[in-house]
């Protein structure tokens, strides 16, 4: 029998890397962004990438340094920045030649590649183009569309963490001003269990350290993140940690190449040598093993009694019984759940005994778990009982996704509004803002699923791709009136659309912002909760586009000017000058007094945390809490495997720059399934077998995606890997996070199927 047909006939494997960036890093990122922007423009762009008085790096929300060298960005943000700087163009000529059903047949990249989009342009019922479309139109339509509605309800309003600070906090007061909170946002599928497991111990959602605690670290924790890919310029100081004299531990079922070695390419020794080795040591967890894993460090501490015993009494409650239940932990459990022999964790353990000063980092490996917010506060517990918080060189650490998420929570992109912050919005607006919370993203898809929302407006973002259960989440999107995509360039999200759809052309951060009150600036906050003012230098994509600020203040206006209830509220001023929308952040958002002129400082201003800044916390309790978390270990039947989605080296979440996974060894594809070899064995699948990969849910239902090529790998036993958003359909709707409903992205239970097996569809 001949071979079937290769899925993706370019794909080469080779093998991993050993460190990340140095020579290769450099010229991938000028290669890439030379050939979108062609050299004068890649230049003039890069010259300005994260520098004071320039524009923030679009891609991750890793801060910058207080000194700042000349070319202060990495190969990711160089790639982010040429996607966005590209000189294509996705013109109406280009969507009268291309139907919606012949661009949905290409993938993410072709539709990438086509260029920054030019015009307004909507789809009209029944068509099968899209044709172009005026402002002013498209806002009346979109007007039309939600006074139509019988509550505001029915409207859902999603945001991708790149929007600006002005942007955000214009979006939430017109939603809120028009009657819901049903603002579902990125972050319910990202750091959500984070910002549910902070609040509930420390009384606030957010990281606690500086940049500069990191170089002040004894011990730095990196669990369930791949800081060479998705933070790259993290590693950079983690190697000013590591050569003051900070300790590494590394958490992650895969030995991601950044935190093996590192070679930076700012320095010539970097450029040309071997690399510093980054992680002292590797903890090759098993995936979702991580709460057994710290629940078995905290048992060896309480058992040597390396607890901070002042700090405990001082600062927090429930110790004693969190004391007894870790101290209660199975051993035998343990080891399963984690894959970790004893001796491997008390190795760990000693680390942290040893450290006066820890700082515990993560990222999507724990937030994407049905028990993630349980394994979150089981880090909480540990930084506590040793004393890590609100102390130089210690403290929490989610490192954020997208570069302005955390700044757009901060302006009110939530759906579940705290109080005080409705108050102060009633109190400058003078009307009553809807008090229930709205839909995250997974209730935004049942409730379109299920008609109970017919207008879905995006600020930025791929919902469609980004969002689990493809193919549910699709159908949901289709089932809607109308769809509104405020947009960049073309994604899939655009092809899946409602019976009426739109999509709203806007300025990126590269570019400059022109109003009638002259050029203007946006704000934005990284991870480390740092707000900085940034400004694009380039000639818009084209001479339709307007910001998303002034966007969403147009929509607000031509809605709201039709509802009799509707607060008064200036959104010409707003959107001619982003400087009104800056006075109104300063007097609605806690912590922004004079903002306007502290954000144009050198490097910003730093927004409070309480816990940091003095200790206090804002819990029930007034102490930070100890929580008691029990461990479940994830049932995998036979011949099924615990699979991981993830992102490759060369793609922004659903954006995919290219093919090369170049620290992986993975070339020219992306359809792979990385399996241990012995799991290999165990099926009788050979490396570079062709499989379906089907995902099996607890209601009997089974998911599939087809054509993957299995890769051997070192994953630990009993789990994969694969590429997100490829694998997205596996994901079902319904296997969330307890506590903060996102989607179990890094937990997915599967089997593979051999080409030529019966498929059971
Ligand atoms: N270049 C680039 N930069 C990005 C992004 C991008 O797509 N491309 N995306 C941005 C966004 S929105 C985000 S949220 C971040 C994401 O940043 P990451 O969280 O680093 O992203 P992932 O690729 O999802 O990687 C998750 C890591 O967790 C590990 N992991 C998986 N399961 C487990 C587990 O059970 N336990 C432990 N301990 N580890 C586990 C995986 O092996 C992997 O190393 O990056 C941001 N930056
Ligand atoms: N299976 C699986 N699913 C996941 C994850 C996972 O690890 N595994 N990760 C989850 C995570 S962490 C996240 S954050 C989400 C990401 O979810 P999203 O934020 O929805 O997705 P992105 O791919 O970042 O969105 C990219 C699109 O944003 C638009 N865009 C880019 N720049 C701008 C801009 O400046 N303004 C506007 N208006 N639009 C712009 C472009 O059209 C681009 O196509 O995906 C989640 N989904
Ligand atoms: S680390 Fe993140 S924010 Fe910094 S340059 Fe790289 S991609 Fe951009
Ligand atoms: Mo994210």
């Known amino acids: 029998m001949s071979e079937p047909p290769a899925p993706e006939p370019d794909l080469e494997v080779s093998h991993p890397k050993h460190a990340a960036a140095g020579v290769t890093g450099v010229a991938v990122a000028l290669d890439r962004a030379v050939r979108a922007m062609g050299p004068v ?126 942007a955000a906090y214009s979006y939430q007061l017109f939603i809120r001003a028009f009657g819901t909170n049903n603002l579902p946002d990125c972050s319910n599928m990202c750091h959500e269990s984070t910002s549910v497991a902070l609040l509930e111990t420390i009384g606030i959602g957010k990281g ?27 590693l950079s100081a983690l190697e000013t940690a590591k050569r003051r004299g900070a300790k590494i531990l590394s958490i992650n079922p895969l030995r991601e190449t950044g935190l093996v070695a590192f070679k930076n390419p700012q320095k010539p020794r970097g ?25 078995a460090i905290g048992a060896l501490l309480v058992e040597w009694d390396a607890i901070d015993h002042v700090f405990v009494a001082q600062h927090t409650t429930g110790y004693a019984a969190w004391a007894a239940h870790v101290s209660a932990v199975d051993w035998d459990v343990v080891e399963v759940a984690t894959g970790l022999s004893r001796a491997q964790i008390t190795e760990a353990a000693q680390m942290l005994r040893e450290s006066d000063a820890t700082i515990w980092c993560w990222a999507m490996g724990l937030t994407q778990h049905r028990n993630a917010v349980a394994t979150i506060k089981e880090v909480v517990n540990i930084a506590l009982v040793r004393g890590d918080l609100g102390r130089r060189g210690a403290g929490l650490c989610p490192v954020r996704g997208h570069s302005n998420v955390q700044g757009d929570r901060s302006m009110g992109i939530w759906e579940r509004p705290p109080q005080h912050f409705l108050d102060a919005l009633a109190a400058e607006y003078d009307f009553a803002p809807p008090r229930e919370p709205g839909y995250d993203t997974v209730d935004t898809i049942r409730a379109m699923r299920d008609g109970l929302v017919s207008v879905f407006v995006a600020l930025g973002g791929n919902f469609v791709h980004a969002a689990p259960d493809t193919d549910v989440t699709a159908d949901a ?36 912002d022109r109003r009638p009150s002259g050029e203007q600036h946006v704000t934005v906050e990284d991870s480390m909760s740092v707000v900085h003012s940034s400004r694009g230098n380039l000639e818009p994509a084209s001479e339709m586009l307007l910001s998303e600020t002034a966007i969403v203040s147009h929509l607000a206006e031509e809605t709201l000017s039709r509802r009799a209830s509707a607060p008064v509220i200036p959104w010409a001023q707003m959107r001619d000058d982003y400087t009104v929308v800056r006075q109104h952040i300063a007097r609605v958002v806690p912590g922004c007094a004079g903002y306007d002129v502290n954000t144009e400082r050198q490097g910003g201003f730093v927004m409070p945390h309480p816990p940091r800044d003095s200790l206090t916390f804002a819990t029930r309790e007034r102490a930070a809490v100890l929580t008691v978390s029990p461990i479940e270990v994830l049932h995998v039947p036979d011949g099924h495997l615990l699979l991981q989605t993830l992102r490759s080296h060369d793609q922004f979440n659903t954006t995919i720059y290219g093919l090369s996974d170049r620290y992986r060894g993975i070339e020219g594809g ?33 998911r599939r995606v087809t054509d993957f090529r299995t890769v051997a790998y070192d994953v630990p036993r009993g789990t994969a890997a694969a590429y997100y958003p490829e694998t997205n359909p596996l994901v079902p709707l319904d296997s969330v996070a307890l506590g903060s409903n996102t989607p179990t992205s890094k937990s997915v239970v599967v089997r593979l199927e051999p080409l030529g097996s019966a498929r059971t569809r």
């Open 670 to 702: 992306r359809r792979v399934v990385f399996v241990h070899r012995e799991d290999l064995a165990a099926q009788a699948l050979d490396d570079g077998a062709v499989v379906d990969v089907v995902s099996v849910w607890s209601d009997g239902s089974t």
């Open 271 to 295: 450029v040309v040598g071997s690399g510093t080795p980054l992680a002292d040591l590797h903890l090759p967890v098993r995936v979702n093993g991580d709460l057994a894993l710290l629940q």
């Open 477 to 512: 999107l289709r089932r809607t009136d109308l769809t509104v995509h405020v947009a960049t360039k073309l994604n899939r999200s655009h092809l899946v659309c409602g019976r009426t759809a739109l999509i709203l052309p806007t300025l990126g951060r590269t570019e400059i």
């Open 41 to 166: 423009r890649a230049t003039k762009t890069l010259r300005r990438l994260n520098q004071v008085g320039g524009f923030d790096c679009p891609s991750c929300a890793w801060p910058d340094p207080e000194h700042r060298s000349v070319a202060e960005f990495c190969e990711n943000g160089a790639k982010a920045v040429a996607e966005e700087a590209t000189r294509a163009r996705a013109t109406p000529d280009f969507f009268a030649r291309h139907s919606i059903a012949d661009l949905d047949a290409h993938d993410e990249l072709w539709l990438g590649q086509q260029g920054r989009l030019t015009h307004p342009m909507v789809k009209r019922p029944g068509a099968t183009h899209y044709e172009p479309i005026g402002w002013h139109d498209a806002f009346a339509l979109v007007a039309d569309h939600l006074n139509a509605l019988d509550s505001p309800d029915q409207a859902a309003f999603y945001t991708s963490g790149r929007a600006s600070n002005e």
């Open 208 to 234: 606690s350290v500086q940049l500069r605690d990191l170089y002040d670290a004894k011990l730095i924790v990196v669990a369930g993140q791949n800081p060479g890919t998705n933070h790259p310029r993290m």
